[in-house]
């Protein structure tokens, strides 16, 4: 017995001394170790022996037992800091090489011009307000003085969605339902800056677009107050040196209307053809809100006046960046807003 208990273990020495890695390991530790391997073998042939016989092997070959063990460990310690090593030989990273380009989104081109524009609003004190996209035709047309019927409806080719609910043509309804919110009936100023929808698309119209919309309610309130506001406006979107003008307009819910040009920055005012040779070009319809209107959401027009416009981002953005087709925006076409973003820098 204690015979075969040394053979086994020269045997044992031999094994693990031919031990490459891990694996290996593993497998000599189950011929040695194992439910089926030698020393459960051994374990069991000694039942068979007399009380003394068991008394002296059992020792032997629990200290061979004890042996193993150890001597796996400790192989197994050194093989793992052994294939550590070797990884860490391997896999070294070479910095020279070229890195490989990982795309990064950035802001769209809309998103930038609507941001830049409250950003503008903001400075001068207004807050920013939203509006719902799914409208009442109450607050679309019936508040802002267009009462059914009425033949300026018929210039917003609609989206009605039942007789009384559309989606909103404009950001105009946004007016009436700020007015009407507020309870003290005091001072406002606000854009509204939103998705509108009309049934209409080529080059310069889109079913789906957007607009900012502003209002400006408080005693005193003037045309001049306008003027000084969009000529501010006019200058950060387009440069300091632009100039505005107002052409008389119509818009049922202002009174009296207008709509603003701006010098051309192109030609200085000079003509070409941005501004089809007159030196100007339209950025947005404005005007003083019309006394129905106040009275309609619950202001006293004897006391409050107030201005109010409406812009196309979309527009403003064409004419600042030079895109020619407004569906640019909408189709996400990535050679437009790489090259967009050439222009601009992705700062962001
Ligand atoms: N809602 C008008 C439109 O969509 C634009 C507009 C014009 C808004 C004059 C205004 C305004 O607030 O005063 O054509």
Redesign the pocket.
């Known amino acids: 017995m204690k015979e075969k208990i040394i053979n086994l273990k020269k045997e044992f020495l031999k094994d693990l001394d031919g031990v490459n890695n891990l694996g290996e390991l593993n497998e000599v530790r189950v011929k040695y170790l194992g439910k089926k391997g030698y020393i459960q073998e051994l374990s069991s042939i000694m039942g068979s022996l007399s009380i003394e016989e068991k008394k002296e092997y059992g020792m032997f070959l629990n200290d061979f037992k004890n042996e193993v063990n150890e001597l796996l460990e400790k192989k197994r310690q050194e093989l793992e800091e052994l294939e550590l090593n070797k990884k860490l030989e391997t896999e070294k990273i070479d910095i020279t090489l070229p890195a490989t380009d990982i795309p990064v989104g950035t802001f769209h081109p809309l998103t930038r011009v609507i941001e830049e524009i409250e950003e503008l609003f903001v400075s001068m004190g207004y807050d920013v307000v939203e509006g719902p996209e799914i409208e009442l035709d109450l607050y679309n047309f019936e508040k802002l003085n267009l009462p059914k019927g009425h033949p300026a409806r018929d210039a917003?080719d609609s989206f009605y969605i039942t007789e009384e609910v559309l989606l909103r043509?404009?950001?105009?309804p946004v007016?009436a339902r700020i007015m009407e919110a507020n309870k003290d009936k005091g001072p406002i100023r606000i854009i509204c800056p939103g998705k509108?929808y009309r049934r209409d698309e080529d080059a310069t119209h889109s079913h789906q677009f957007t607009?900012i919309?502003?209002?400006v309610i408080d005693e005193g309130i003037s045309m001049a107050h306008l003027k000084g506001t969009l000529e501010i406006f006019a200058k950060k979107m387009f440069g300091e040196d632009r100039t505005i003008r107002f052409r008389p307009s119509f818009?049922p819910?202002?009174e009296p209307?207008i709509e603003a040009d701006v010098s051309c920055f192109k030609c200085d005012g000079k003509g070409c053809p941005l501004c089809k040779y007159t030196g100007w070009i339209e950025i947005?319809?404005?005007?003083m809100?019309h006394p129905n209107v106040l009275r309609m959401s619950g202001y006293d027009p004897e006391k409050y006046t107030g201005?109010?416009?409406?812009m196309g981002p979309e527009r403003i953005a064409m004419l600042k960046y030079g895109i020619n087709d407004i569906r640019h925006f909408y189709t996400n076409d990535m050679r437009f807003l790489k090259d967009f973003n050439r222009i601009e820098g992705s700062d962001e």
């Open positions: 917003q043509t404009h950001t105009s007016q509108v607009q919309e502003g209002l818009f819910f202002t209307s947005l319809g404005a005007g809100v201005f109010a416009f409406g």
